[in-house]
């Protein structure tokens, strides 16, 4: 194990941001199947509103994608920040991704936002930008991961991760979510959408309906499904 002068030292170490390379990489949509930097762009013509100044008691710095004609872009705001956020979030996934694949790391987490699960390919949606789980995904396998696993327990069931990898048999999506017999956003997640194509058997769903579940519901899903 490492001595406490050792673990002192790491701690003391400032954090990394994610490489502008992979960042820009994520934008420009050089991963298959997520969203790439034109699907985030606005029909000609359409402006954010200006930011707002600090202090200021409103999100009034923010436009809906809807209300600025950008069907691409469903439940979600966006400001003039909003691109360079997301394409950064999704960059600090792929540099995690990256090094533990690459055995620079044992293990690793991206504390990161916006989220990413909602997004699927050229369709942002649910605060969703880029689809920073698969994103990763596709990292982790150009830097030589054989077996990836997405696993997926947020309250939502994960409809971008799953429309992106339900027909590829080299990802697993597995997801344990509120479902609500289909009446609980974002309505998908069906213990019977199993994948399909070549992909059928690699796609997991779990729906728990009704706001119920505790611990012992979830560690059972893990250890027996």
């Known amino acids: 194990g490492c001595s406490t002068q050792q673990q002192q030292q790491q701690q003391q170490r400032p954090l990394t941001p994610p490489?502008?390379?992979?960042?820009?990489?994520?934008?420009?949509?050089?991963?298959?199947?997520?969203?790439?930097?034109?699907?985030?762009?606005?029909?000609?013509?359409?402006?954010?509103?200006?930011?707002?100044?600090?202090?200021?008691?409103?999100?009034?710095?923010?436009?809906?994608?809807?209300?600025?004609?950008?069907?691409?872009?469903?439940?979600?705001?966006?400001?003039?920040?909003?691109?360079?956020?997301?394409?950064?979030?999704?960059?600090?996934?792929?540099?995690?991704?990256?090094?533990?694949?690459?055995?620079?790391?044992?293990c690793g987490a991206a504390i990161i936002r916006p989220p990413g699960h909602h997004a699927e390919g050229g369709l942002a949606m649910g605060f969703c930008y880029f689809n920073n789980a698969a994103v990763a995904a596709r990292a982790a396998q150009a830097a030589g991961a054989h077996r990836v696993v997405v696993l997926d327990w947020d309250v939502h069931h994960g409809n971008g991760s799953q429309a992106i990898f339900e027909d590829d048999p080299s990802v697993l999506y597995a997801s344990l979510h509120r479902y609500d017999r289909g009446a609980f956003f974002p309505g998908s997640g069906h213990a019977e959408e199993v994948g399909c194509g070549p992909g059928v058997g690699c796609c997991v769903n779990v729906p728990w309906d009704g706001p119920g579940p505790g611990d012992a519901d979830y560690l059972a899903a893990f250890s027996r499904v």
Do not use: F
């Open 19 to 106: 490489s502008p390379t992979a960042a820009a990489s994520a934008g420009a949509g050089h991963w298959p199947d997520t969203p790439a930097a034109g699907d985030l762009l606005l029909p000609p013509g359409s402006q954010l509103s200006p930011a707002a100044p600090p202090g200021g008691g409103s999100a009034a710095g923010v436009s809906h994608g809807c209300e600025l004609g950008a069907a691409h872009i469903r439940d979600c705001y966006l400001g003039p920040a909003t691109y360079s956020c997301a394409a950064m979030a999704a960059g600090g996934a792929i540099d995690v991704a990256v090094a533990v694949a690459r055995g620079q790391a044992p």
